[in-house]
């Protein structure tokens, strides 16, 4: 992680958000931003475990000593560093990022002249996420294993009014499918992105992993398929950029 070591403080520090790692810039992959210039900073530690989840060393406590708690000066320093200086969009990440006190990174950020964009499941409500530029909600369908609060995502979409909110979906199957329409469904409002899941996720500590290419294009055609059979014409399907440019490699 390069410069990410500078800054780390007393953990009782409560201006200090856990890091999984910081990397960039490179192109954000998924959903409303794809292939927009950016730096991650992925957080550690997730109020989830998804079943199919593609970055386990940022969630599972196994991996707690290699997050590292920074101050939003330490990271907007590292941010800096790796963009030469240049303001970019920082996409914050996890690991669900809502867990950590990110408002004051996001001031700062800004003040700077970058820009902030989140993904979060919405199972935590903050209410420094009207400061974000963009806030991705993306709860998790039934292959997730996970079930969805969705009073809590309404109090997320309430949250976020200040900002602009999209909702972004993972499908594997019909059942997510239909999932995906009962989200759009509840928050019309929202633009909708739609995303054929990885069901080859590197585990944490192996980004070689291969990913399943062929079966992934499937999914992507059957997606589409299913979009335009039931005229779901307001919907996006998108694939994961970076796992087809870089399948399951990190810290890109």
Not at 67 to 88: D, F
Not at 102 to 117: D, H, N, S
């Amino acid at each position: 992680m390069g410069g990410v070591q500078a800054g780390v403080m007393a953990v009782s520090d409560k201006r200090l958000i856990r890091v999984s790692e910081i990397f960039g810039p490179t192109i954000q992959g998924e959903g409303a931003l794809i292939g927009q210039p950016t730096v991650f900073v992925r957080t550690g530690g997730c109020d989830f475990r998804c079943s199919w989840c593609d970055s386990m060393h940022a969630v599972d406590n196994d991996y707690r000593d290699t997050w590292k708690p920074m101050t939003p000066e330490a990271i907007m320093e590292e941010v800096a560093r790796l963009s030469g200086g240049t303001p970019i969009l920082i996409t914050l990440s996890g690991g669900n990022p809502a867990i950590q006190p990110m408002a004051e990174l996001i001031r700062l950020g800004q003040e700077q002249g970058c820009y902030f964009a989140m993904e979060t499941q919405g199972s935590v409500v903050r209410g420094w996420f009207e400061a974000l530029d963009m806030l991705v909600l993306s709860p998790k369908p039934p292959s997730s294993g996970m079930v969805t609060d969705w009073g809590l995502v309404a109090e997320c979409v309430e949250a976020g009014q200040g900002t602009q909110t999209v909702l972004k979906l993972v499908v594997f199957d019909e059942a997510d499918f239909a999932y995906a329409r009962e989200a759009a469904a509840m928050f019309p409002q929202l633009p909708v992105y739609l995303q054929p899941g990885n069901h080859t996720p590197p585990p944490p500590d192996d980004d070689t992993a291969t990913v399943d290419r062929e079966g992934l294009e499937a999914r992507m055609r059957w997606l589409v398929d299913r979009v335009t059979e039931e005229k779901w014409y307001d919907a996006r399907v998108l694939p994961q950029l970076h796992v087809t440019l870089w399948g399951n490699m990190r810290g890109v």
